[in-house]
C-alpha cells in the first residue's frame, strides 16, 4: 500500500483562516509515522472553506473544509486509519461526487496547476510536475527567436492589465544591442481586490522562476530581478527558499544545464508604493529613487534600469511560460476568443458565497464567473454591481453580466480587465461611497509627479465627499465628468490616465444613486453616515439595555424595562445596536 | 519619542558601521539601505539619516526623499506590534472602515499612530491580498481573517498577553 499524503492548505489565506493550528495538530498526531506524510501545500483557491485539508490515499484524493483541530483529529482517526471518508466534510473528492467538484470542473487550470497540490518549499515536487522541462526544451531544442515565435504564436498578453502582448514585448527587448540585459518579474501586486499573484508566488514559486528563465533566455538577459511588495513576507520566504534550491539544481546559475546560457535572480522588496507597478516608476524604485513615471519614449525595452535594455512580466505572466513552451502554443491558443487567448485568474471577494481564485479560459461571461464559479451572493441579497480592475477599473450592472471576460469586450464597457480582481457588491454597498473609496486611494498613492493626477483627483474626491455628505449639486456631476477627462489627458502614467474610471463608469451606469444622495439626500443603501440615522422603534423595545450596554461611544440611554432612545449626535452607526437587538427594535433610515 | 542623546549617538554611529561597508561604492542603494536602517533602529532617525549621507556621499535630501515617499519607511519609532488595518476594496465592502473605528476608540490611537504602552502601531494599509477572508488585519507578521469589530479587539488584546 502506497504513503497516505496529508496536505495543508498553508498560504497566507490559510493561516489566516486557522491552518496553523490544524497543521500542527495533524503534524503531532502523525508525526513519525511511515505510512502518512504530512505537508504544506498553497491555495487551491477555494479560500471560503479555509482551512482546507487533502488526504490523498491509495489513489483517492479527498479534500475538507473548515477544518479545525477536533475535525483534524476524527480525520485520522476515522479517514486515516479506517479509510472512511467523513462525508459531512468533504469539498473536494477525485471519485466521488462532492459539493464543490463542479466549481474546479468550470475551471481551466494552467497558471494555477500546482498550487494548492504541491509542497511549494519542495523543488522535486515541482519538477515531478514537468517542472523545469519547458526551459530545458527552450534552451536545449529551441533558438531565443524561436522561443519568442511560441510566446507571440500563443496569444499571451500581459496579465498584470494593459495586456500588451507578450512576445512582442520580448522581441523589443531581444532586438535592442547591449552588454548587459535586465528581466524583471513584476510581483508588486497592488491592486486591491487581486490576490491571484501572491498565491502563484506563495504556493507554486518555481513556476514565476522559470518563466524568468525562459524568458531571460529570448531576450539575452543575465540579471533577474523580482521586485515583490513587502506586504508578503511569506511569497518573499518560499520565493527565496526556491531560488537556493534552483540554483543547486543548477536550474540557475553559470551555464545553465550545460548550455552555455547564465541567468540569475534577486528579489528586490517593493516599500510600499503602489504606483511602482507602473514600469517605468518600478525602474525608477529599483535603482534607488522615488518610484516616479517617466515619459516613455525611451521604452524600458531600450533604456531601462541603469539605462540598460530591460523587460518586465507580471507574476501570471511568467507563470503560464513554462507550460506554453511543453505544451505548445497551438495548447495554449485553443482556449479563449478573438484577441485574448489563454485563460485568465481572477480572485472573486466580496459578497459572494465563494470568494477565492478561480482560473477561467477567456471568454467566459461575467454572469458565470459570478453566479457558476463563485456560487452568487450571499443572504438572498440582490447583486448590484462587479468591480473589474481595481482603481483602474471600473464598477458593472446586472445588464453587462453578459460581457465576455476578455480585454477587448471588458474595456469596451469602461472597465479594464486588470490583474484580474473581481469584488462583488450587493444592494447594501453603497455606489457613491465604492466612487470615494476609489478616488481616495488613488489620491493617496499619486507619486504627485503630473498635476492633475495630484490636484485633479482632491478635487474629484471633495466632489464626491460632498455627495456623499448629501451637499452635492447637479453641477458636480458635470465638474467631475469635466475632470475626469482633463485627468485623463494630462496624467503620464496608467495610475492618472485609469484613476477616473471607477467614477466614470459609476456616473454611466449609476447615476440614480448618485442622484438619490443630491435630489433626495438619501443613502438607498444606507452607508454614508451623514444620510442615515438609526432609531429605536417604541413599539418593539423591550428595555433589555443590551443596545445600551454594547455601544461603544455611549449614544443609548434608557433604563431597565423602559425605551431606550439613541443620540444622534454621538452615534457612530457602527450597527452594533442592530447586531444585538433581540426583538430588531433598531432601525436605519 | 526620545530624542537621541550625544552618548545614543556614538552608539548609534556603531550600530550604522556595518552598512558603510556594505553599501559603500554601490549603486541602487537606498531603499535597501533605508530598509536596513529601520531592521536596526525601528525607524528612519533623523540622526542616521545625517551620519550615512556624509559616510556614503549621498544626499541627504534623497533619503529624506525616498523615506517619505514609500509607506514602508517611519520616521517615527513605532510599537512591538504594528496593526495593519486592511483597507482594500473588498475590506472595504465588508465593513473595515468599521473595524479600524473600533480599535481607535479602543485603543486611543489614530491611524499611525502609536499606543501609550508602545505595544501597538495602528496603520490603514492597502489590500493585503488576503479578499476572500475579508475584512483582515495583519498584527506583525501575521494575517487574521474574517473579523468584526469585536473580534478584532479580542485578537488584539491576546497579543497583549504574549508581550
Same mark, same amino acid.
Given at each position: 500500500?502506497?504513503?497516505?499524503?496529508?496536505?495543508?492548505?498553508?498560504?497566507s489565506?490559510?493561516?489566516?483562516?486557522?491552518?496553523?493550528?490544524?497543521?500542527?495538530?495533524?503534524?503531532?498526531?502523525?508525526?513519525?509515522?511511515?505510512? &502518512?506524510?504530512?505537508?504544506?501545500?498553497?491555495?487551491?483557491?477555494?479560500?471560503?472553506?479555509?482551512?482546507?485539508v487533502?488526504?490523498?490515499?491509495?489513489?483517492?484524493c479527498?479534500?475538507y473544509?473548515?477544518?479545525?483541530?477536533?475535525?483534524?483529529?476524527?480525520?485520522?482517526?476515522?479517514?486515516?486509519?479506517?479509510?472512511? !471518508?467523513?462525508?459531512? *466534510?468533504?469539498?473536494?473528492?477525485?471519485?466521488?461526487?462532492?459539493?464543490?467538484?463542479?466549481?474546479?470542473?468550470?475551471?481551466?487550470?494552467?497558471?494555477? =496547476?500546482?498550487?494548492?497540490?504541491?509542497?511549494?518549499?519542495?523543488?522535486?515536487?515541482?519538477?515531478?510536475?514537468?517542472?523545469?522541462?519547458?526551459?530545458?526544451?527552450?534552451?536545449?531544442?529551441?533558438?531565443?527567436?524561436?522561443?519568442?515565435?511560441? !510566446?507571440?504564436?500563443?496569444?499571451?498578453?500581459?496579465?498584470?492589465?494593459?495586456?500588451?502582448?507578450?512576445?512582442?514585448?520580448?522581441?523589443?527587448?531581444?532586438?535592442?544591442?547591449?552588454?548587459?540585459?535586465?528581466?524583471?518579474?513584476?510581483?508588486?501586486? +497592488?491592486?486591491?481586490?487581486?490576490?491571484?499573484?501572491?498565491?502563484?508566488?506563495?504556493?507554486?514559486?518555481?513556476?514565476?522562476?522559470?518563466g524568468?528563465?525562459?524568458?531571460?533566455?529570448?531576450?539575452?538577459?543575465?540579471?533577474?530581478?523580482?521586485?515583490?511588495?513587502?506586504?508578503?513576507?511569506?511569497?518573499?520566504?518560499?520565493? @527565496?527558499?526556491?531560488?537556493?534550491?534552483?540554483?543547486?539544481?543548477?536550474?540557475?546559475?553559470? @551555464?545553465?544545464?550545460?548550455?552555455?546560457? %547564465?541567468?540569475?535572480?534577486h528579489?528586490?522588496?517593493?516599500?510600499?508604493?503602489?504606483?511602482?507597478?507602473?514600469?517605468?516608476?518600478?525602474?525608477?524604485?529599483?535603482?534607488?529613487? =522615488?518610484?516616479?513615471?517617466?515619459?516613455?519614449?525611451?521604452?524600458?525595452?531600450?533604456?531601462?534600469?541603469?539605462?540598460?535594455?530591460?523587460n518586465?512580466?507580471?507574476?501570471?505572466?511568467?507563470?503560464?511560460?513554462?507550460?506554453?513552451?511543453?505544451?505548445?502554443?497551438?495548447?495554449?491558443?485553443?482556449?479563449?476568443i478573438?484577441?485574448?487567448?489563454?485563460?485568465?485568474?481572477?480572485?472573486?471577494?466580496?459578497?459572494?458565497?465563494?470568494?477565492?481564485?478561480?482560473?477561467?479560459p477567456?471568454?467566459?461571461?461575467?454572469?458565470?464567473?459570478?453566479?457558476?464559479?463563485?456560487?452568487?451572493?450571499?443572504?438572498?441579497?440582490?447583486?448590484?454591481?462587479?468591480?473589474l480592475?481595481?482603481?483602474?477599473?471600473?464598477?458593472?450592472?446586472?445588464?453587462?453580466?453578459?460581457?465576455?471576460?476578455?480585454?477587448?469586450?471588458?474595456?469596451?464597457?469602461?472597465?479594464?480587465?486588470? %490583474?484580474?480582481?473581481? &469584488?462583488?457588491?450587493?444592494?447594501?454597498?453603497?455606489?457613491?461611497?465604492?466612487?470615494?473609496?476609489?478616488? %481616495?486611494?488613488?489620491?493617496?498613492?499619486?507619486?504627485?509627479?503630473?498635476?492633475?493626477?495630484?490636484?485633479?483627483?482632491?478635487?474629484?474626491?471633495?466632489?464626491?465627499? =460632498? !455627495? %456623499?455628505?448629501?451637499? +452635492?449639486?447637479?453641477?458636480?456631476?458635470?465638474?467631475?465628468?469635466?475632470?475626469?477627462?482633463q485627468?485623463?489627458?494630462?496624467?503620464?502614467?496608467?495610475?492618472?490616465?485609469?484613476?477616473?474610471n471607477?467614477?466614470?463608469?459609476?456616473?454611466?451606469?449609476?447615476?440614480?444613486?448618485?442622484?438619490?444622495?443630491?435630489?433626495?439626500?438619501?443613502?438607498?443603501?444606507?452607508?454614508c453616515?451623514?444620510?442615515i *440615522?438609526?432609531?429605536?422603534?417604541?413599539?418593539?423595545?423591550?428595555?433589555?439595555?443590551?443596545?445600551?450596554?454594547?455601544?461603544?461611544?455611549?449614544? !443609548?440611554?434608557?433604563?431597565?424595562?423602559?425605551?431606550?432612545?439613541?443620540?444622534?449626535?454621538?452615534? &457612530?452607526?457602527?450597527?452594533?445596536?442592530?447586531e444585538?437587538?433581540? &426583538?430588531?427594535?433598531?432601525?436605519?433610515? | 519619542?526620545?530624542?537621541?542623546?550625544?552618548?545614543?549617538?556614538?552608539?548609534?554611529?556603531?550600530?550604522?558601521?556595518?552598512?558603510i561597508?556594505? #553599501?559603500? /561604492?554601490?549603486?541602487?542603494?537606498?531603499?535597501?539601505?533605508?530598509?536596513?536602517?529601520?531592521?536596526?533602529? /525601528? #525607524?528612519?532617525?533623523?540622526?542616521?539619516?545625517?551620519?550615512? $549621507?556624509?559616510?556614503?556621499?549621498?544626499?541627504?535630501?534623497?533619503?529624506?526623499?525616498?523615506?517619505t515617499? #514609500?509607506?514602508?519607511?517611519?520616521?517615527?519609532?513605532?510599537?512591538?506590534?504594528?496593526?495593519?488595518?486592511?483597507?482594500?476594496?473588498?475590506?472595504?465592502?465588508?465593513?473595515?472602515?468599521?473595524? /479600524?473605528?473600533?480599535?481607535?476608540?479602543?485603543?486611543?490611537?489614530?491611524? /499611525?499612530?502609536?499606543?501609550?504602552?508602545?505595544?501597538?502601531?495602528?496603520? #490603514?494599509?492597502?489590500?493585503?491580498?488576503?479578499?476572500?477572508?475579508?475584512?483582515?488585519?495583519?498584527?506583525?507578521?501575521?494575517?487574521?481573517?474574517?473579523?468584526?469589530?469585536?473580534k478584532?479587539?479580542?485578537?488584539?488584546? $491576546?497579543?497583549?498577553?504574549?508581550?
Open positions: 500500500m502506497s504513503r497516505t499524503i496529508v496536505k495543508v492548505g498553508m498560504a489565506c490559510g493561516i489566516a483562516a486557522g491552518g496553523g493550528p490544524v497543521f500542527d495538530k495533524l503534524h503531532s498526531l502523525l508525526d513519525g509515522r511511515d505510512d &502518512v506524510e504530512v505537508k504544506k501545500v498553497g491555495c487551491i483557491g477555494f479560500c471560503y472553506k479555509e482551512p482546507l487533502e488526504i490523498e490515499k491509495d489513489g483517492v479527498v479534500t473544509g473548515e477544518v479545525d483541530s477536533a475535525l483534524a483529529e476524527e480525520i485520522v482517526e476515522k479517514h486515516i486509519d479506517q479509510g472512511q !471518508i467523513l462525508k459531512e *466534510h468533504v469539498v473536494l473528492n477525485n471519485s466521488a461526487e462532492a459539493p464543490e467538484n463542479p466549481r474546479l470542473e468550470n475551471q481551466v487550470r494552467i497558471v494555477l =496547476r500546482n498550487t494548492g497540490l504541491i509542497d511549494p518549499e519542495n523543488i522535486d515536487e515541482y519538477i515531478a510536475r514537468e517542472g523545469y522541462r519547458g526551459l530545458e526544451k527552450a534552451l536545449k531544442e529551441m533558438t531565443p527567436m524561436q522561443v519568442i515565435q511560441e !510566446i507571440l504564436d500563443s496569444g499571451l498578453r500581459g496579465r498584470g492589465g494593459a495586456g500588451f502582448p507578450t512576445g512582442l514585448k520580448w522581441k523589443f527587448a531581444h532586438l535592442a544591442k547591449a552588454d548587459k540585459k535586465y528581466f524583471v518579474c513584476n510581483a508588486d501586486e +497592488g491592486d486591491p481586490g487581486a490576490f491571484m499573484d501572491r498565491s502563484v508566488l506563495e504556493g507554486d514559486p518555481h513556476s514565476v522562476l522559470e524568468m528563465a525562459v524568458g531571460a533566455y529570448a531576450i539575452g538577459a543575465d540579471e533577474g530581478i523580482i521586485y515583490c511588495r513587502a506586504e508578503y513576507p511569506l511569497a518573499i520566504k518560499h520565493l @527565496n527558499r526556491a531560488l537556493e534550491q534552483a540554483r543547486e539544481r543548477g536550474f540557475l546559475g553559470d @551555464n545553465i544545464m550545460g548550455t552555455g546560457f %547564465s541567468f540569475d535572480i528579489i528586490k522588496e517593493g516599500a510600499g508604493a503602489f504606483v511602482c507597478g507602473e514600469e517605468t516608476a518600478m525602474i525608477a524604485s529599483i535603482e534607488g529613487k =522615488r518610484g516616479m513615471p517617466r515619459p516613455r519614449p525611451p521604452f524600458p525595452a531600450n533604456s531601462g534600469i541603469f539605462g540598460k535594455p530591460t518586465i512580466n507580471n507574476v501570471e505572466t511568467l507563470a503560464n511560460i513554462p507550460w506554453i513552451i511543453t505544451h505548445g502554443s497551438g495548447e495554449f491558443s485553443k482556449y479563449g478573438g484577441k485574448s487567448r489563454g485563460t485568465k485568474v481572477f480572485a472573486l471577494a466580496g459578497k459572494i458565497n465563494k470568494g477565492g481564485l478561480a482560473e477561467v477567456m471568454g467566459m461571461p461575467l454572469r458565470d464567473v459570478i453566479f457558476d464559479v463563485a456560487g452568487g451572493i450571499p443572504n438572498n441579497r440582490k447583486f448590484k454591481a462587479v468591480q480592475g481595481g482603481p483602474s477599473g471600473g464598477c458593472l450592472p446586472e445588464e453587462l453580466l453578459d460581457t465576455p471576460v476578455d480585454y477587448e469586450s471588458i474595456n469596451a464597457t469602461g472597465a479594464i480587465m486588470g %490583474s484580474g480582481g473581481m &469584488v462583488v457588491m450587493d444592494e447594501t454597498t453603497c455606489i457613491v461611497d465604492v466612487a470615494k473609496f476609489f478616488l %481616495s486611494f488613488v489620491q493617496k498613492e499619486s507619486c504627485g509627479k503630473c498635476p492633475f493626477c495630484r490636484i485633479g483627483t482632491k478635487r474629484m474626491l471633495e466632489i464626491l465627499e =460632498r !455627495i %456623499s455628505e448629501g451637499n +452635492g449639486s447637479h453641477e458636480d456631476l458635470d465638474l467631475l465628468a469635466e475632470l475626469a477627462v485627468i485623463k489627458d494630462g496624467s503620464l502614467c496608467g495610475l492618472g490616465q485609469t484613476a477616473p471607477p467614477v466614470l463608469t459609476t456616473l454611466k451606469y449609476f447615476k440614480e444613486e448618485y442622484l438619490a444622495h443630491i435630489d433626495d439626500k438619501k443613502c438607498p443603501a444606507k452607508v453616515t451623514t444620510l *440615522h438609526y432609531s429605536i422603534d417604541p413599539e418593539k423595545c423591550i428595555g433589555c439595555t443590551k443596545c445600551a450596554r454594547n455601544c461603544p461611544v455611549d449614544a !443609548i440611554t434608557g433604563e431597565v424595562k423602559k425605551l431606550h432612545v439613541i443620540n444622534d449626535d454621538i452615534c &457612530v452607526r457602527c450597527g452594533k445596536c442592530i444585538v437587538c433581540p &426583538v430588531g427594535a433598531v432601525t436605519v433610515e | 519619542m526620545t530624542p537621541l542623546t550625544t552618548e545614543s549617538l556614538e552608539h548609534l554611529e556603531a550600530r550604522l558601521e556595518p552598512l561597508d556594505k #553599501y559603500k /561604492g554601490k549603486k541602487g542603494i537606498t531603499i535597501p539601505l533605508l530598509a536596513d536602517v529601520q531592521k536596526e533602529l /525601528g #525607524y528612519i532617525a533623523e540622526e542616521a539619516v545625517d551620519f550615512l $549621507s556624509k559616510e556614503l556621499d549621498l544626499p541627504a535630501a534623497e533619503l529624506f526623499g525616498v523615506a515617499f #514609500y509607506a514602508m519607511f517611519r520616521l517615527q519609532p513605532e510599537g512591538k506590534y504594528v496593526i495593519r488595518v486592511c483597507r482594500g476594496t473588498a475590506c472595504h465592502v465588508q465593513g473595515s472602515a468599521l473595524i /479600524g473605528e473600533q480599535i481607535q476608540r479602543h485603543f486611543k490611537v489614530k491611524d /499611525g499612530e502609536t499606543t501609550e504602552d508602545g505595544l501597538f502601531t495602528l496603520q #490603514y494599509v492597502a489590500c493585503l491580498g488576503c479578499c476572500s477572508l475579508a475584512p483582515v488585519m495583519m498584527v506583525g507578521n501575521e494575517v487574521h481573517g474574517r473579523l468584526t469589530p469585536d478584532a479587539i479580542q485578537v488584539l488584546e $491576546s497579543y497583549r498577553t504574549r508581550a
